[in-house]
């Protein structure tokens, strides 16, 4: 079953790649369209260097959301061949009518609307697959360039599932036929080891206190834990992991399995990567900083081969990216979301604690610092709108809240949008009707607990 669906999945991908190469015959220029995410970064990075590779020109955007509005300019653009990775799928009714071909390469969502002859939509839901676990958006546009003889490239759609939170325990589905294909071209290695970060470039109590997943409960996101557990082993923190004896490294690998087991398990790295950007992992937080921080087009540089000063320009923003969870998390812990029935939330009007307010109603959760048993929303609010992040746990999803189903019908109730996975979704609605559009929320999700 599982493999008749992918079997289709990849014959729909094939039909892209065909549609690919007439383009790439004629010559033509590839315009891409794609989000601004870390996994929306890789998704333009394995379709613009597959291109490169073919010199073939190509004119790349990124945007944080896809809008109508944006949709209906681009039909006026000259080019024969669009590409919307890691968006479009619920533009398909739109992009049916462009003059020109169109790739659609996304895992969120679908709408059931069938595609017109011009038009070629990669999409895991259009076959049963998961699109929140299975395959990210980076994947379904790697299927698209698949057979164009690029598993070296496979690696980017593993950072960009990284991105979407979909490999921290391991790559399942369709996300490990691509770690197959990255294996086996070489470029990927697979090695046992403690999965904190930044292990060869931070002293080693930062390391450990920005290390989000897998969460060390009074480590993740607090320095000061961070430091204070090192020093009970007796153990230095102000050096990096890498200049530790080995018996020490096994001391802190045994007192952190403690804490987590799955802090010891596989690592994915490139060996022919620059130190900063070896593990993949490490790699998607560098390209979502510089999302995060209107530097999509720096992400996507250093993505297509770039290093030197734009990789420390990166590495810059990672920190003040980190450093902002940071602050954020401590917020977390002294305030605490605010409490409905069903539904937990956070809001502040802070300008730091609002750009990372999604963030930290993620990682809150995972590092135990929120109560998991009840969806959070981090809330911000940009002048008239607010925009919402949603998360929760697998066993909320297996219980029946569907975050991505409340989210689009509470928001649309209100004038806004939504949408996203049953486990992690947004939306924007207007301000003023914030409070009544937490109440639906909070109604929502209880009937969604309620009814199954
Ligand atoms: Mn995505």
Known sequence: MIQKKQHSLLNKAKEASDMLKEHIEKD?????????????????????????EENVQFHTTIVPRLKEELVNQLRHEKYDLFIFSDMGSSFVKELNT???????ADHHQVSDVDSESNLVHINPHLFGIDGSKDLSGAGSSYLAIRDLDKKHLAYYALIGAFGDMQGQYGFTGVNK????????????????????VSKE???????????????????????????????????????????????????LKNALMDINPDIFGDCYTVPSEVPRLRDLEEYSYILDACGKNK??????????????????????LQRQYRDQ??????????????????????YSEDKVLKS???????????????DESKPVLGLSRLHKDVKVSGRTTRPMVDKGVDLGKALHDSSNNFGGQGGGHDIAAGAMIPYEHM???LHLVDEMVEYQLGSD
């Open 28 to 52: 033509d220029i590839v315009r891409i369209i794609s989000h601004n995410d870390a996994d929306g970064i890789s998704s333009a990075a394995v379709l613009a260097n597959a291109l490169a």
């Open 98 to 104: 462009y003059k020109s071909d169109v790739i659609i």
């Open 177 to 196: 036929l691509i770690l197959d294909d990255s294996i086996e071209s070489g470029k990927l290695d697979v090695h046992e080891g403690l999965k904190i």
């Open 201 to 251: 470039t931070e002293p080693i109590f930062k390391s450990l206190a920005y290390t989000f997943s897998p969460p060390l409960p009074g480590i993740s996101g607090d320095l000061e834990g961070a430091r204070e557990f090192l020093e009970r082993m007796n153990l230095s923190y102000g050096i990096k992991f890498t200049d530790l004896e080995d018996e020490e490294k096994d001391l």
């Open 295 to 316: 530097k999509q087009g720096l992400g996507l540089s250093i993505a297509l081969g770039e290093k030197g000063p734009a990789l420390d320009t990166a590495v810059e």
């Open 325 to 346: 969870i940071v602050k954020g998390l401590e917020w977390v812990k002294r305030e605490g979301p605010v409490q409905l029935n069903n539904i937990q939330y956070l």
């Open 356 to 370: 990372v307010m999604g963030t930290i109603a993620s990682i809150g959760l995972s590092v135990e610092l929120i």
């Open 435 to 437: 409070e009544n559009f």
